[in-house]
Nanobody, 125 residues
Framework: QVQLVESGGGLVQAGDSLSLSCAPS????????TAWFRQAPGKEREFVAA????????AYPNSVKGRFTISRDNAKNTVYLQMNSLRPEDTAVYYC??????????????????WGQGTQVTVSS
């Protein structure tokens, strides 16, 4: 079973930037498309960003489009989420997810097979 490890969360002020990273605990060839989801207290987990295996295609919901950027470095086996112009409503636990079945950037949770433990992002007003 592939284990994903997220890093980079923390406490920032509104308008600040933060970068998250996600990598498997050991190098594996079974990870293709990768995505970020988040879950705020009392809310359902929601899609944040996805990137195809090639890195060419990405997907974002309107709530983060233009502020968040997902990227990947396959040589380092790492996916990044650059978050700019953060808002208090971005406060959540952020989860990395990877698929062993699809190479496309998909927004649906059921496309992803491996999940990280999550990293807390808190944005104060």
């Amino acid at each position: 079973q592939v284990q994903l490890v997220e890093s980079g969360g923390g406490l920032v002020q509104a308008g600040d930037s933060l970068s998250l990273s996600c990598a498997p605990s050991e190098r594996t060839a079974s990870i293709y498309a990768t995505a970020w989801f988040r879950q705020a207290p009392g809310k359902e987990r929601e899609f944040v960003a996805a990137i195809s295996w090639s890195g060419v295609d990405t997907a974002y919901p309107n709530s983060v489009k233009g502020r968040f950027t997902i990227s990947r470095d396959n040589a380092k086996n790492t996916v990044y989420l650059q978050m700019n112009s953060l808002r208090p409503e971005d406060t959540a636990v952020y989860y990395c997810a990877a698929s062993s079945r699809t190479t496309y950037a998909r927004p649906n949770e059921n496309q992803y097979d491996y999940w990280g433990q999550g990293t807390q992002v808190t944005v104060s007003s």
